[in-house]
């Protein structure tokens, strides 16, 4: 079978000016509730309001009802929400990618993480290849995350993942400031958890010559989404990190804040609150990071551990590359191995799309071929 490999390695020769991009713009949007069931339009979008400090986010977790994320759910409330965004417009989604902003995310961060490897499915159908996460392969690591030990005084992964849950939970609400009864904002610490619902943006936008749509979840809106279609959303997205107490903290912090970037530079999230925890999980301050802001601070006052440029120099390349290089039907594997400085990319099956496209979606896409309708791009 067909295997390709792009050189990650040396990242140096990504260096230099910018390459093009297009703002990421919100073409539709959809939602989860708390029983995971789907909608779309922005029925789970919440509003930000800072917590109060300090603020322990250990409370409720032996209450907290975590998503199982085990199963597989491919591309499908993506699909289904550009589904009815080319029946509303009545123009085709016409654009080079379709994928999560997670995937999307670990393709802009692997100049510099190098530790880490991913695996995702992909296929090409109608011109377009659309990417998800290799299912068999996150669980996997899930479960060997599970049983790492942890080093004495530490707490376990699972807690760790709890508390930003919580965070979010104590940083948000369902409806603006403004209406919100007073008691009903100060009873956010005793509010059950609950990481089903979600509120998913689906973006255009682009690298390069390469044209995209992402789809991604957003945790907050600073005010209210804007009348106005064409102006930018001013998103919040919700992070926790622990304190900063010496040169190594700062090291590590730095390279947590490459991942901050990454997720919500490609959603057009502009701002980012950063609760800082002890090492007891207790909130005592925040910090609001501005998102264009972050390569530049790494660079100018930080270590320099790594450059925004690079990595979209370097995302732009291998999309472009991947463009070229996956053509035809088939189901192809896009890998990176841990510590390897290739991402290889190989056809599993030599036909169809595997469970990649959902079933209403190829029908939908397949009945509009023929129409002149969709032949106008969005």
């Not at 079978?1 to 390695?9: A, L, N, P, V």
């Not at 530790?115 to 060997?144: H, P």
């Not at 008691?183 to 390469?210: F, H, L, W």
């Not at 064409?230 to 590590?252: C, F, Q, Y």
Request: aromatic content about 10%.
């Amino acid at each position: 079978m067909s295997r390709f490999s792009f050189d990650i390695q040396p990242v140096n020769r990504f260096g230099g000016s910018n390459t093009a991009i297009r703002r990421p713009k919100e073409v539709t949007c959809f939602s989860y509730d708390d029983k995971r069931q789907f909608s779309l339009g922005d029925s789970s979008m919440q509003y930000y309001y800072p917590p109060s400090l300090p603020a322990d986010l250990n409370l409720g977790f032996d209450t907290f009802q975590k998503l199982n994320d085990t199963p597989d759910e491919h591309l499908d409330a993506l699909l289904d929400s550009i589904t009815a965004l080319e029946r509303d417009t009545e123009k085709k989604c016409d654009v080079d990618v379709i994928t999560w902003r997670g995937m999307m995310t670990k393709i802009l961060a692997a100049p510099y993480d190098m530790m880490n490897g991913f695996e995702m499915n992909a296929t090409c159908f109608q011109g377009t290849i659309f990417i998800e996460e290799n299912n068999a392969y996150k669980n996997e690591q899930k479960e060997i995350q599970r049983h790492q030990r942890m080093p004495p005084g530490m707490p376990s992964q699972e807690m760790m993942m709890y508390w930003g849950y919580k965070f979010e939970v104590l940083s948000v609400l369902r409806q603006p400031w403004d209406p919100t009864p007073r008691a009903e904002i100060e009873a956010r610490p005793d509010q059950v958890v609950n990481n089903s619902a979600q509120y998913c943006s689906v973006v255009k936008t682009g690298m390069g010559s390469v044209r995209m749509i992402l789809g991604g979840e957003v945790d907050a809106v600073w005010d209210c989404k804007p009348e106005r279609k064409e102006d930018p959303i001013h998103w919040v997205e919700l992070k926790t990190s622990a304190e900063i107490r010496n040169d190594r903290d700062m090291l590590k912090y730095e390279r947590k804040l490459l991942k901050f970037w990454a997720q919500s530079f490609l959603l057009g999230v502009p701002t980012i609150i950063v609760g800082f925890r002890d090492q007891q999980g207790i909130v005592h301050r925040l910090e609001e990071l501005d998102t264009a802001s972050i390569p530049g601070k790494v660079k100018k006052i930080g270590r320099g551990s790594w450059d925004g440029n690079i990595c979209i120099n370097f995302a732009a390349a291998f999309l472009e590359w991947l463009k070229g290089t996956i053509k035809e039907e088939g189901v192809w594997r896009i890998r990176k191995q841990e510590k390897s400085p290739v991402i290889e990319v190989f056809k599993v099956e030599d036909s169809g799309y595997g469970d990649i496209l959902s079933p209403g979606f190829k029908a939908w896409r397949t009945q509009q071929t023929t129409s002149a309708d969709t032949s106008q791009p969005l």
